[in-house]
T-cell receptor, first 116, second 117 residues
Framework: GAGVSQSPSNKVTEKGKDVELRCDPISGHTALYWYRQSLGQGLEFLIYFQGNSAPDKSGLPSDRFSAERTGGSVSTLTIQRTQQEDSAVYLC??????????????FGQGTRLTVV | AQTVTQSQPEMSVQEAETVTLSCTYDTSESDYYLFWYKQPPSRQMILVIRQEAYKQQNATENRFSVNFQKAAKSFSLKISDSQLGDAAMYFCAYRSAWGGSQGNLIFGKGTKLSVKP
């Protein structure tokens, strides 16, 4: 596609339920990132994928959070047993490569998750 | 670990005037990239400008320019001839040039810019 696509745009879920957030990166981009943006805050790094390498999961806040990237393209961020503090905007970004000149990340419009 | 600090939570500028947003960072690395991103109410993060640390020349993109002071670890953004459409959150970001476990973008907390007509 022309840009990074995220779905759903908005998600309201009940506390304790599991949710899946989807990210479709720009075609050909090997690096994919997930960030969380809480209200009025900056972006908190969650996880990133680079090609076929093992993902860097160092930013995941708890074991309730997990992410997959299938076939080096689409990624799914899963939050199990959601809590109210998980309410935030979840942003996905992709870049052509991790190092070198073409490293700028292009972002999707995010998924606003509300846990009630 | 690298950190990025934006000390101005909010800024205001009159339309057509110039405003400078501040950013400082901390790193022990010599090779890295710096970015300014704009986030309007639509939530879409838009890259405004980028700077490679090995380049001494300050990056410029139309009305946007940076003042990159490597020794001082400072990376400010200047917006000239401000327009109403410039109103947004602005984030400063750092990325190591080495990738691997340091490959993620590290963001500051942002500066909310208002433009007065």
């Amino acid at each position: 596609g022309a840009g990074v696509s995220q779905s759903p745009s908005n998600k309201v879920t009940e506390k304790g339920k599991d949710v899946e957030l989807r990210c479709d990166p720009i075609s050909g981009h090997t690096a994919l990132y997930w960030y969380r943006q809480s209200l009025g805050q900056g972006l908190e790094f969650l996880i990133y994928f680079q090609g076929n390498s093992a993902p860097d999961k160092s930013g995941l806040p708890s074991d309730r959070f997990s992410a997959e990237r299938t076939g080096g393209s689409v990624s799914t961020l899963t939050i199990q047993r959601t809590q109210q503090e998980d309410s935030a905007v979840y942003l996905c970004a992709s870049s052509f490569q991790l190092t070198g000149v073409r490293t700028e990340a292009f972002f999707g419009q995010g998924t606003r998750l509300t846990v009630v | 670990a690298q950190t990025v600090t934006q000390s101005q939570p909010e800024m205001s500028v009159q339309e057509a005037e110039t405003v400078t947003l501040s950013c400082t960072y901390d790193t022990s690395e010599s090779d890295y990239y710096l970015f300014w991103y704009k986030q309007p109410p639509s939530r879409q993060m838009i890259l405004v400008i980028r700077q490679e640390a090995y380049k001494q020349q300050n990056a410029t993109e139309n009305r946007f320019s940076v003042n990159f002071q490597k020794a001082a670890k400072s990376f400010s953004l200047k917006i000239s001839d401000s327009q109403l459409g410039d109103a947004a959150m602005y984030f400063c970001a750092y990325r190591s040039a080495w990738g691997g476990s340091q490959g993620n973008l590290i963001f500051g907390k942002g500066t909310k810019l208002s433009v007065k007509p």
